[in-house]
C-alpha cells in the first residue's frame, strides 16, 4: 500500500506569515497533485508535477516535487485569509489511482 | 460547463439501511471515481468507472458497490449501513489521457 504522509496536519498562522507543508512518502509516484479543499466542497486541483526536481509557481504559492518522485512541498509566502483551507497532495500510480495525504488545515488568521 | 453534480448533498440514514449516492460528470468525461472522506482516515477511494466497467478498486468491504450507465452517470451503493460510514462521499470525473481529477461537492451521509 502506498501512503502519503503529510504534515504539519494543522497550521494556525498569522497574515503576512510564510509557510511550508510537506507531502512524504517511500513509494515512487508518476506524478503528484496538490489540491485545495473549502468546506461544504470537494477538493479542487491546484498543481500537477511530473518531473523530479520540478518547481512550479503558482502566485504566492510555490510546487516542488523531489528528484526522486517521493515527497514534494507547497510553500505559501505571504499567507492572506484567502488561503485559509484543507490542503492535500495525492500521488498517482503506475495503476491511474491517487493516493491522498491526510491533509493539511491552513488557517491564516488577519 | 457544467461542473460535476452529486445529489442528494445530506442524508440521514440509520443502522442497517442502505443508500444510494448519485453522480453526473462534467460532459464529455467518461471516468468517474468515488471517494471516502472522513475526519479519521481522510480521503480514500472506493472504485473508478470508465465506460460502464470498473476499473480499479479501493480496500472497502462488498458492502459498498457501483455502477456506471451509458451516459457515463453513476451511482454508489451502499448495504447494511453501519455508524462508521458516516462520511463526505465524493465523485470525480476526469476526461479522456487527463489525468486531473474534478470533484463534486459531495454527499454528506450521517449513519445514525
Known amino acids: 500500500t502506498q501512503l502519503l504522509e503529510q504534515s504539519p496536519q494543522f497550521l494556525s498562522i498569522q497574515e503576512g506569515e510564510n509557510l511550508t507543508v510537506y507531502c512524504n512518502s517511500s513509494?515512487?509516484?508518476?506524478?503528484l497533485q496538490w489540491y485545495r479543499q473549502e468546506p461544504g466542497e470537494g477538493p479542487v486541483l491546484l498543481v500537477t508535477?511530473?518531473?523530479?526536481?520540478e518547481v512550479k509557481k503558482l502566485k504566492r504559492l510555490t510546487f516542488q516535487f523531489g528528484d526522486a518522485r517521493k515527497d514534494s512541498s507547497l510553500h505559501i509566502t505571504a499567507a492572506q485569509p484567502g488561503d485559509t483551507g484543507l490542503y492535500l497532495c495525492a500521488g498517482l500510480n503506475a495503476g491511474n489511482m491517487l493516493t491522498f495525504g491526510g491533509g493539511t488545515r491552513l488557517m491564516v488568521k488577519p | 460547463k457544467a461542473g460535476v453534480t452529486q445529489t442528494p448533498r445530506y442524508l440521514i440514514k440509520t443502522r442497517g439501511q442502505q443508500v444510494t449516492l448519485s453522480c453526473s460528470p462534467i460532459?464529455?468525461?467518461?471516468?468517474v471515481s468515488w471517494y471516502q472522506q472522513t475526519p479519521g482516515q481522510g480521503l480514500q477511494f472506493l472504485f473508478e468507472y470508465f465506460s460502464e466497467t470498473q476499473r480499479n478498486k479501493g480496500n472497502f468491504p462488498g458492502r459498498f458497490s457501483g455502477r456506471q450507465f451509458s451516459n457515463s452517470r453513476s451511482e454508489m451503493n451502499v448495504s447494511t449501513l453501519e455508524l462508521g460510514d458516516s462520511a463526505l462521499y465524493l465523485c470525480a470525473s476526469r476526461p479522456p489521457g487527463v489525468e486531473t481529477q474534478y470533484f463534486g461537492p459531495g454527499t454528506r451521509l450521517l449513519v445514525l
Open positions: 508535477v511530473v518531473t523530479g526536481g
Open positions: 460532459s464529455g468525461h467518461r471516468s
Open positions: 513509494s515512487v509516484f508518476s506524478s
